[in-house]
């Protein structure tokens, strides 16, 4: 039974990260950013690709040199993203919202083949895998790098939740999820933080894609594609455009498809998660935190 | 639009229809107008997956055909006729895959080889039966491909029987306990664990438990800690070699000691660098065998390495063994004629093939095919036990 | 000489500023703003029918045949997604519901294809009834998840059963016979030899496309479409009005779901072999993206959407490995340059005098509406 939490928060804190970054846009300018999910997957690869040149250039401690790779791959997929908004959303951010849904989807499939041509359609090892073994925690095993990937997703999700909450930019992104007009005319560059949240999110799925990178050994061109459904799902289950309930929402999905393996076995998993989301979705219509909080950034 | 307006397009357009339908003689209605030709080349079909994830398999088919196709014509053709090769992406989808295959037969092809997939393989053979083409299926080896009893259909890899029961073989030679079987819900590989169960419990294994896995996941640590909790010592993966990788380095993180067997979908030289170097102990695959593996086949190798520049992969061997059977049928009959190739094949007996020499069942496999153990040794997949002894 | 001279009268003010779109039962109208159009329309109808007497290739008639089915299932999804406004991530779902349906009925319950129809139409009924009964009270996005859910358990669920196939799924699906003659004899007529097999599926979509046409657009045209409209741009407003929207939207499903059945088992019976392969997410996207991308309730628009995402990777065979990165930027391009879709719903030709009726008017609406006031 820990076990099965064990395994559950695991799978939930990647889902949670990525899941972050879908909300946040979604909050914003109410886009589903299909491609969020291939933003992680161009992280995994930015990742390999650096962590290829560095090691060759210098020779650092295993860990201070993933940390070190991590940022700046954060750095380079959450200039990814803003470009995305500026070329692929900003000019059509005024079209219906599907238009904005088909750009997303045509950018998805760019980024996948985009990345096939480069690094062709086999997966590739990554150089680098945390790999210490595994504990005992309360009757239950887990690998040393999944504890790492959960403090990892909780500190990024703190340091984000404390930014928004706190600083002046946080309180932009507030106020245009609540009326984009009414926040221009109080004197804030809409297109700046929106291009902010851009960078946020991409930076967010970017180290998730690192982490997953590190974490699993293997990086492959379509591993966006799965995760950013999950994400999608975790950040609906929360209440989407509400950043706690993205959190919330992908632990509950991770624990969902953990009791789903080990009640129903792995062929019922999907479907028993995607059961309890639409029981629970059709007696909260709005998700776990999404009518409550009126702040939905 | 109004109702009216409605009406009178639909007047209008049968008038301009039977118009046109009246002063076509030409008359596309036929069908192909440039069918199969007795004169020319003799020309082969073939579809592999050239796009998608199964995409380097589909290079290895085609090179192995082109092997077989330039041999053929250096020894003057058949029936004084080139031999020539077209090649179409079936993506491994039974949509795209039908319309490779109509391509073929509009491009007419007199015969047809390859196929990956078994799910996009499977509605391709109507199709070349009822063009009157003979053909012979490379990769694929789903069970269900010989349930439509076409007869002019042949398998040249072994059926997932086959393989299951070379598995239950070593499995018992290994002595395992408690065997834990995975696949990933794909045609092929849930045909193999349910044969696997099939074969294996009136042998005495015992199968402790059963589980699937999604092949686009990366993190399959529910199923490594089931295994590890179900005190398995043995575990049949059918999957592909990515997610067998991940599964096999995430059950031994997770403690797991015993012997992990992968179907012949994984048996890639990718495996070892995927799993990672802490975790390529003990890990064994179910093959047909190679080049390498035999004797004798140097030759071919280096011709091989010469046209190419690399080392033939999984079902190279197959692709290449497809065409030698179809061509050898072909001669026999005389003729490019779906029924007397047919018969032709049928009556091949010891055709020697890489997999040994040839002798078709009723229902177009191979009566005798010899799936051989290969275990993960310095980073490559060599001979351990070809389960002859 | 009058003292007072009558000032002429501007001419514009007893005329509305704006030509105002036609509205209800009209003669055909061979002038006119769109008439080009319906020209243009009526030439596509009649050649796609002459078609195969000029060129049968095999080839050509599976691909024209699969376009088909594309064409069928856009306009179905057009019905749910253009005009009601339900965004629908799972569509593919009722496809693999009639397509499993018919392909159970004739080779477990030996029915015949035809016998089979009414089955289909049922069983699809049931599965819109059930897919649609829960989301009536979610909007817009959580709609979207929960028809993604479904569509996924749909295909899993066939993956898992028996009486499906498993991941096989269902092979040798007997074509369509009617009294004694089966198709795959073939017939002639006037000295031409049809070749049952592959030409029949061709003029049978065919004709089911022109048949659904005129259905909805029919249905689209009286009180059903517009109560849809109404909801699709306003909800709340449409309910203040006396629409019955739960009515609207369950019927918008139905209408779908048994749509795209009927298209699963021409499939099904022209493939001859199903398997859940051919049900997954993202063929649920794709179609989305005919009916986005042709222009959202436009049925000329959708017709091309749908022509345009299913023939596109057929002409790309050539450059295979760029295809589908090709494809992605080519939707981001049209997007950006037409964002209200390829043939919006008010379209007119560029060099048509009478563009200006089209900008002053303002472009159509044919968003799905945005939840901004939804949660307070």
């Known amino acids: ?297 | 639009m109004t109702k009216n307006s409605l009406v009178q397009r639909l007047v209008l357009a049968t008038a301009i229809l039977s118009t046109l339908a009246l002063t076509a003689c030409s008359g596309g209605v036929g069908g192909d107008q440039n069918g199969p030709n007795d004169e020319g080349p003799i020309r082969i079909g073939m579809l592999a997956p050239l796009t998608g994830s199964e995409s380097v398999y589909g290079t290895y088919l085609r090179n192995g055909a082109e092997m077989a196709v330039e041999e053929i014509n250096a020894q003057g053709g058949l029936l004084g006729r080139p031999v020539e090769l077209v090649v179409e992406d079936d993506g491994c989808d039974a949509q795209m895959a039908t319309a490779g295959a109509t391509k073929l037969v509009s491009a007419g092809i007199h015969l047809a080889v390859g196929g990956y997939c078994s799910g996009s393989t499977l509605p391709t053979e109507q199709i070349f039966y009822s063009n009157g083409i003979p053909q012979v299926i490379t990769a694929a080896n789903g069970s269900q491909l010989i349930e439509a009893g076409l007869d002019s259909v042949f398998l040249v890899n072994g059926l997932a029987t086959q393989q299951a029961q070379s598995a239950v073989k070593f499995a018992q030679k290994q002595g395992a306990q408690a065997i834990f079987t995975v696949d990933d819900g794909d045609a092929y590989p849930k045909g193999l664990t349910d044969a696997f169960a099939e074969y294996g419990q009136p042998a005495g294994l015992n199968i402790v438990a059963h589980e699937q896995i999604n092949k686009a996941e990366k993190d399959f640590g529910s199923v490594a800690t089931a295994i590890v909790g179900s005190g398995a010592d043995f575990v049949f993966c059918t999957a592909y070699v990515q997610p067998c990788a991940l599964l096999n380095q995430q059950a031994k993180q997770y403690g797991f000691s015993g012997d992990f067997l992968i179907g012949d979908g994984a048996v890639d030289a990718q495996f070892a660098d995927l799993t990672g170097a802490a975790y390529v102990e003990r890990v064994y695959g179910t093959f047909t065998q190679t080049p390498d593996m035999l004797v004798g086949a140097e030759q071919w190798l280096a011709s091989y390495q010469a046209k190419f520049g690399a080392e033939p992969g999984p079902y190279t061997t197959q692709a290449y063994d497809g065409v030698r059977v179809m061509a050898e049928g072909v001669r026999l009959a005389g003729s490019t004629d779906r029924q007397a190739v047919a018969d032709a094949i049928h009556g091949l007996r010891g055709f020697d093939l890489f997999s040994g020499p040839a002798t078709f069942t009723d229902q177009g496999v191979l009566a005798d095919s010899s799936f051989v153990i290969v275990v993960l040794k310095d980073g490559k997949f060599v001979l351990f036990d070809d389960l002859k002894s | 000489m009058a003292l007072v001279r009558a000032r002429p009268r501007p001419p514009d003010l007893l005329r509305p500023p704006v030509r105002l779109p036609e509205l209800g039962p009209s003669r055909w109208q061979w002038r006119g703003p769109r008439a080009p159009l319906r020209l243009i329309g009526v030439l596509a109808v009649a050649g796609v029918f002459v078609l195969p007497f000029f060129n049968a290739s095999t080839y050509l008639m599976q691909i024209m045949t699969s376009a088909y089915i594309y064409v069928m299932l856009a306009m179905g999804l057009n019905v749910v997604v253009g005009y009601a406004g339900l965004l629908d991530l799972g569509y593919i779902a009722f496809f693999a519901v009639g397509a499993y349906t018919s392909g159970i009925a004739t080779t477990r319950l030996g029915l015949s294809q035809v016998q089979a129809i009414p089955l289909v139409i049922g069983i699809c009924v049931l599965a819109g009834v059930i897919i649609g009964g829960p989301t009536l009270r979610l909007r817009s996005d959580y709609l979207a998840i929960v028809t993604l859910g479904f569509g996924e358990i749909i295909r899993v669920t066939a993956n898992n059963l028996q009486v499906t196939g498993g991941p096989a799924g269902i092979y040798a699906i007997p074509g369509w016979q009617f009294f004694g003659w089966r198709l795959r004899d073939g017939f002639t007529i006037g000295g031409l030899k049809f070749n049952g097999q592959v030409t029949f599926y061709y003029f049978v979509a065919l004709i089911v496309i022109v048949l659904g046409v005129l259905g909805i657009s029919q249905i689209a045209r009286g009180r059903l479409g517009r109560a849809w409209k109404a909801v699709r741009d306003d909800e709340d407003a449409a309910e203040a009005m006396g629409i019955n929207t739960y009515q609207a939207k369950i019927t918008a499903y139905i209408i779908g779901a048994v749509w795209a059945g009927l298209a699963g088992q021409l499939m099904a019976t022209q493939q001859s072999a199903i398997s859940p392969p051919s049900f997954q997410f993202l063929h649920s996207a794709l179609i989305l993206m005919a009916v986005v991308l042709g222009g959202m309730g436009s049925t000329p628009g959708v017709i091309i959407g749908a022509l345009f995402i299913s023939l596109a990777p057929e002409f790309l065979r050539g450059v295979s490995d760029w295809r589908y990165l090709f494809f992605g930027l080519l939707l981001i391009v049209v997007m950006i340059f037409r964002p209200a879709g390829l043939w919006p719903a008010t379209s007119l030709l560029p060099w048509s005098r009478d563009r200006r009726l089209q900008a002053e008017t303002g472009p159509p609406s044919t968003a799905v509406k945005s939840d901004h006031r939804e949660r307070t």
């Open chain 1, 1 to 297: 039974m820990i076990q099965v939490i064990v395994n559950g928060l695991s799978v939930g804190a990647f889902y949670a990260l990525v899941a972050l970054g879908y909300s946040m846009v979604y909050g914003i300018i109410k886009l589903l950013n299909f491609a969020h999910g291939d933003i992680y997957m161009l992280g995994a690869y930015v990742g390999f690709v650096v962590l290829g040149a560095l090691t060759s250039w210098l020779s650092l401690p295993t860990a201070l040199g993933l940390v070190l790779v991590t940022l700046v791959t954060m750095a380079l997929t959450g200039g990814a993203g803003v470009l995305m908004e500026r070329v692929a959303y900003r000019p059509i951010r005024h079209a219906p919202r599907l238009s904005l849904l088909i750009t997303a989807v045509g950018l998805s499939f760019a980024l996948e083949y985009g990345v096939r041509q480069i690094f062709g359609p086999k997966p590739s090892h990554f150089p680098v895998q945390i790999d210490a073994g595994s504990v005992n925690l309360f009757g239950a095993t887990i690998t040393t790098a999944r504890i790492i990937v959960i403090l990892v997703a909780g500190v990024l999700m703190v340091v984000l939740s404390l930014f928004v909450a706190k600083t002046r930019q946080g309180r932009a992104m507030r106020a245009i999820a609540l009326d984009a007009k009414a926040a221009r005319l109080m004197g804030i560059d809409v297109d700046r933080t929106i291009s902010l949240v851009f960078f946020i999110g991409s930076a967010l799925a970017g180290a998730a894609g690192v982490l997953a990178g590190a974490v699993y050994g293997t990086i492959d061109f379509l591993m966006g594609f799965i995760i950013g459904i999950k994400a999608f799902t975790a950040a609906v289950i929360g209440g989407i455009g509400n950043l706690y309930g993205a959190m919330l929402g992908g632990v509950a999905l991770g624990l969902l498809e953990s009791f789903g393996v080990a009640w129903l076995g792995g062929q019922w998993r999907d479907v028993f998660s995607f059961l309890c989301l639409i029981l629970f979705l059709t007696f909260r219509p709005t998700g776990i935190l999404g009518g409550r909080v009126v702040e939905r950034m």
